[in-house]
Every structure is written in structure tokens, then in C-alpha cells.
């Protein structure tokens, strides 16, 4: 779509405005066509409160479509692994004799049980399963995956689970096996999903993940000791770490198809090839971008389903990133409030910690931040006495300046200049990360959605944008405020990173033309045949366009950031590839309109007739694309 050119002499937005708005582009006050809003006033309650972190309107027409009996024959990306490890265990436990001691309920008695099948094997007493090796490689790879990640590999609890792991496989990998007419008679503890994981035998060996020669015997922990039924509640942090692993390698397809794009450009010119293969190229990447979008919604709606507590970016972000502080609102809750009542601490603070987030990267104006009273509201929860109250309040403001360091906007830069000063004078060692920002994701594990590309600067700038919708009539369209989220106007080859650069291409103008699209467009006047496939984007688009107050999805901070790393991707072929994208879709719309004019000359008929009606039926579909 073309952005409507800005008039000459426009007088600019008082003071009282920006003040009113806050961070948030301001608005202008302009009427739209009679009858254009399509908003309804129970959206937002639909969705749920900001603050209470409820479930997507859609997560239940989810839940349904993949009904239990389909869950159970297909996995979830989060559960074939702790599934995996879980038929690992009850394995060792029921080849092991009751006579061998130990606490079968806890990770510990792996250990001995491989220790026991190690000296049964030698005397010709014991023969392994095979197929149990391969949940085994299943549950080391992916626990190893999250444990190399920037975030380490979870509590003391989880990394003695996988060197007990990673110890079971050099001692049980050199045991004798069960031949292939064994199989049969050991079905009780046959994995049915092993012809979906032969694919693991082709992965490369990696020899940190699987030592090829033995380690030292795991000390049990019986401080940390997990037992076997906590595993698929306790996996939290290794989910979100998987989690966060798929979105970058999804952004790294996106990001390929795009740089393709833009290395084919200058190929098709040299061979005088039409420039119809430019837009199939072009219409490619957006077909599998969609597809990655796709693949994160359901991603992020089975991680809320595996943890009903995480139903918020910002409670994952938390639980990540703010391990230390977590551990502080621990300790003045347990010294000086009563959590008796409470059924799992830990859980209750990661769900503040996170709401503590969300009212940071909302705007002030926003009417739906509730950063006056979430910490109350805690205290009051979990009993917290006045002393621990302003304790936590400390604790909170915090993690305001922590947000400002992390995602700054271009209007907070004397705070953040202060804050990064008195910052090196604390955190010396953390110089880095104070100067740069962006840092809560590290570049070297993520690289598509971290550091120059951090998307959790789209998310804060969305969340930001919500305000805006919040604060805007249904008779009115925003007027963004030029200039506050960057130099303006937005000039092709210019950019050379996602964050900065592209701000205000972003909250200038792609952000306001959607809101007015999914607004007053077709697109948010008309539920399309299977939208929520062809028009992923969109539909998310949709309904936050409905419900502003509600907490930004991953799933559509994905679709936006994918976007922009599109955009940055083409930035050099940006006019080239427009200007041949516009010309192919020009003679197309102009055929259209040639066999319109065709088929109203023909003769007056009932078959003509007939055609005609369809044809016009057709044309006005496709009216609106060439208004986009």
C-alpha cells in the first residue's frame, strides 16, 4: 500500500499531547467514513485482562481441534521429549529388581540402575531394549540444546538430571542388545513413536552431548533431587529455551528466503528473464513466512498449555532473565509475608515478575497498565507485611531501569545515558551489556532475534503502539508524530539493523496503516474463507487491533518482526523490487478489467448473464487488493 503524502504547513502536536500520550505516537483528531468502525466493546474482555495473563480467545477452539486422542498419537514439540525421558526412566526402573536399593521415585536411581544393568550384562544376565537408546538420545539432545543456550541449563536440579543422563548412555550404549525377533516378546516397553525418530540416528554424534568414552559416576543430590513426576512441571526455563531456539531458527528461514530474494534480483536482470519471476520469488517468501507464523502460534499455545502460568511473553521473559531478583522476592516473601496458602511459590513471583515487565514496556498513557497497583495487589496476595512491600517496590523499580537498558526508545535517552552511568559505576564487569542494551538475548545463540535484531524491542514497541489504539476514537485515525522514533521520512539503503533503523518506518507508518486496515478494511469487516491459514498476520493483527488492552502475543510480534527483517533484508533492492512488483500486479489488474470489459460487451444472454455475476462478484474481491 501507498502512504498518503503529508501536507505542507501542518501545525505540530502541542506539548499537552505529548504529555497525555507519553511514549506513544499522539493522536490527531480526523473523522472516517461514516460507519467505517468495526470495534466492539466486549473484545477486550474476551481476551481478558491485561494483567491476569489469560489464554488466547482462540486457545480452547485450539484445544478442541487437537482432541486428546490426537495429542496422545502426536506429541507436542515439548512433550516428545519429556515423554522420551520419562519412558527412559520407567525403563530402569522396571528392569532393575526390587532387591536393588534406592529411592525409585527420584533421578538418583538411574544411576544406580545403570550400574546394575552394567554388572547384569557382564555376568550374561541382562540384554537392553535398543529402542530405549533412542528416547535417550532424544531427551540428552534437547536438555542439551537448553543447557548451551546463553541461559544455562535451568536450576541445580535439571543439570544433575542430565549428567545422569548423559552418564547412563556411556554405560548402557556398550551393553549387548535384544535381537530383532526379541523385540517382539519386550512390546511393553516399546516406544511407539520410534519409526518418527529414526531421523536422530542420521544427526551428527556430538561428542559433549554423547561421550564416546565414560565420565565420572553423577554424587547423588538428594537436596536437588527431582523426582520422576516433576519432570513435565518443572521443565519450565528448558521450554522456554527450546521455544526461544525454534523462533530464531524459524527468523533464520525467513531470513534466508529474503536474502535470496535479494541476491536473485541482479541474477534475472543479467539473463534478461521476465520480471513475473521476481514476484513469484517475492510471493514465495511470503508463503513460507506465513507458514513460520503458523509454526510459532502453535508453538507458543502448546508451551501455555504445558505451563498454564506462562501465558504472557513477558512471564517467559521473566523467568530467564530475572533468576536473581526471582530469588530476592523469595526471600522477602518467605521472611516477611505467609505463602502457606500459596501452592507454588516460585510460580506466583515468575507471574508478578512478569506482569512487573508487561506494565514496563506499556506505555504511562496506556489505560491499561496497571503499574500503580500489581504490587499491592501482590503483597496483599501473599500477605507481605509494609516493610516487605517497599522492598518489593524497590525490587520493581528495578526492573523499570532494566527494561530502559534493555529496549530503550529514542525519547529515553537521557534516562538511559544516566542509568548506563550509574550502571558502570556498580556492574564494572558488566560493561557491555550496560552500554549496548539489548543483551537479555544473546547474539551468539540467537542470532535472528537478538542484538541489532532483538525482538524483544518489537515487542516493547507494539505494546507501546497498543496505547495508541487504546486512546483512539472509532471515529477518529492516528496521526503519527514525526520523527520521535527516528529520522524521518524512512529512506531506502539506509538501514543496517532492525532496532533504531527501522523504528520509525515501524511506528510511523506500517503500525497505522494496519490499525486503519483491520479497522475499517476488509480485512476487519469480513471473517475470510480460512484467514487464519492464508492470512495469519492479519488475523493476529486483528484482534489486537480489537483488544489493545490485551498483553502482546509472541506469535504476533513474530509475523511484525518478520516483517521488518524482510524489509531489511531488501533494503538495497527495496525501489528496484517495488517499483517491478507494482508494474507485474498493474497489468494484472488491467487484464481484469479487460475481461470485464469483454464480458460486458457481449450480447444480452442468459449465459452471459450468469457470467457476468460471477465475474462481478470476482472483480470486487479483487477491487480491494489493488487498494492495498
Not at 345 to 364: A, M, V, Y
Not at 375 to 402: D, M, R, Y
Not at 431 to 443: A, R, T, V, Y
Amino acid at each position: 500500500f501507498k502512504m498518503p503524502q503529508r501536507k505542507k504547513g501542518r501545525q505540530q502536536n502541542k506539548k499537552k499531547n505529548k504529555k497525555k500520550n507519553g511514549g506513544a505516537p499522539p493522536i490527531r483528531t480526523r473523522q472516517t467514513p461514516s460507519g467505517a468502525s468495526n470495534r466492539s466493546g466486549g473484545s477486550a474482555a474476551k481476551l481478558g485482562q491485561c494483567l491476569e495473563g489469560q489464554r488466547p480467545s482462540n486457545f480452547n477452539m485450539y484445544i478442541d481441534r487437537r482432541r486428546q486422542d490426537i495429542q496422545d498419537k502426536c506429541p507436542s514439540f515439548y512433550l516428545r521429549y519429556k515423554e522420551a525421558t520419562k519412558r527412559f526412566m520407567d525403563y530402569m526402573i522396571q528392569k532393575t529388581p526390587k532387591y536393588v536399593e534406592g529411592n525409585r521415585k527420584s533421578v538418583n536411581f538411574i544411576v544406580v540402575a545403570a550400574d546394575w544393568m552394567a554388572d547384569s550384562a557382564t555376568s550374561g544376565n541382562f540384554v537392553l531394549n535398543p529402542s530405549i537408546l533412542k528416547d535417550l538420545k532424544i531427551s540428552i539432545r534437547m536438555r542439551s540444546k537448553a543447557a548451551k543456550s546463553s541461559f544455562g541449563g535451568g536450576d541445580a536440579g535439571h543439570e544433575h538430571l542430565l549428567s545422569c543422563l548423559v552418564y547412563c548412555w556411556t554405560v548402557l550404549v556398550s551393553l549387548p542388545q535384544l535381537r530383532d525377533e526379541d523385540k517382539k516378546e519386550t512390546a511393553t516397553a516399546a516406544n511407539r513413536f520410534e519409526v518418527l525418530m529414526e531421523e536422530e540416528e542420521e544427526e551428527e554424534m556430538d561428542e559433549n552431548m554423547f561421550p564416546s568414552t565414560p565420565v565420572p559416576r553423577p554424587k547423588p543430590m538428594p537436596e536437588v533431587a527431582l523426582t520422576i513426576e516433576e519432570l513435565k512441571t518443572a521443565d519450565d526455563r528448558t521450554d522456554i529455551t527450546l521455544f526461544l531456539l525454534n523462533l530464531n531458527g524459524l527468523m533464520g528461514m525467513v531470513r534466508n528466503h529474503y536474502e535470496s530474494l535479494c541476491i536473485s534480483l541482479p541474477t534475472l536482470k543479467s539473463m534478461d528473464i521476465h520480471n513475473s519471476a521476481m514476484v513469484e520469488a517475492t510471493i514465495e517468501a511470503a508463503v513460507a513466512t506465513n507458514m513460520a507464523i503458523q509454526q510459532v502460534q502453535q508453538l507458543e499455545m502448546e508451551l501455555q498449555q504445558q505451563h498454564p502460568h506462562l501465558t504472557t511473553p513477558y512471564r517467559m521473559i521473566s523467568t530467564l532473565v530475572l533468576p536473581e531478583i526471582t530469588k530476592d522476592v523469595s526471600r522477602v516473601v518467605r521472611e516477611q509475608g505467609d505463602s502457606t496458602d500459596i501452592p507454588s511459590l516460585e510460580k506466583e513471583i515468575t507471574i508478578f515478575l512478569g506482569d512487573c515487565l508487561e506494565c514496563n514496556f506499556r506505555s504511562r498513557s496506556d489505560p491499561f497498565n496497571d503499574m500503580d497497583t500489581v504490587v499491592k495487589f501482590f503483597c496483599t496476595k501473599l500477605k507481605v507485611n509494609e516493610h516487605g512491600a517497599s522492598e518489593i517496590q524497590e525490587i520493581c523499580h528495578k526492573i523499570q531501569n532494566s527494561v530502559v537498558l534493555e529496549a530503550p526508545m529514542p525519547y529515553e535517552m537521557q534516562l538511559t545515558r544516566y542509568l548506563r552511568k550509574k550502571g558502570l559505576s556498580q556492574y564494572p564487569d558488566r560493561k557491555d551489556d550496560i552500554l549496548k542494551g539489548h543483551s537479555w538475548l544473546m547474539p551468539t545463540m540467537l542470532p535472528n532475534i537478538a542484538g541489532d535484531r532483538s525482538i524483544i524491542h518489537t515487542l516493547r514497541l507494539i505494546q507501546i503502539f497498543g496505547a495508541t489504539i487504546a486512546n483512539v476514537a472509532d471515529d477518529k485515525f492516528i496521526e503519527p508524530k514525526r520523527g520521535l522514533f527516528g529520522p524521518t521520512r524512512w529512506c531506502a539503503g539506509r538501514a543496517t539493523k532492525i532496532y533504531g533503523d527501522l523504528d520509525e518506518l515501524f511506528m510511523s507508518d506500517i503500525l497505522p496503516q494496519w490499525f486503519l486496515m483491520c479497522r475499517d478494511g476488509i480485512i476487519g469487516k469480513v471473517d475470510l474463507p480460512r484467514e487464519n491459514e492464508l492470512l495469519t498476520l492479519f488475523v493476529l493483527m486483528r484482534q489486537f487491533v480489537k483488544a489493545p488492552g490485551s498483553p502482546v502475543s509472541f506469535s504476533l510480534t513474530f509475523g511484525l518482526h518478520a516483517m521488518l527483517t524482510a524489509i531489511l533484508e531488501t533494503d538495497k533492492i527495496f525501489n528496484e523490487s517495488l517499483e517491478i512488483n507494482e508494474t507485474i500486479f498493474n497489468d494484472y489488474f488491467q487484464q481484469l478489467e479487460d475481461v470485464s470489459y469483454s464480458l460486458g460487451s457481449e450480447r444480452d444472454t442468459e449465459l452471459s448473464k450468469h457470467k457476468n455475476n460471477l465475474w462481478t462478484h470476482n472483480m470486487t474481491m479483487v477491487a480491494f487488493l489493488k487498494n492495498f
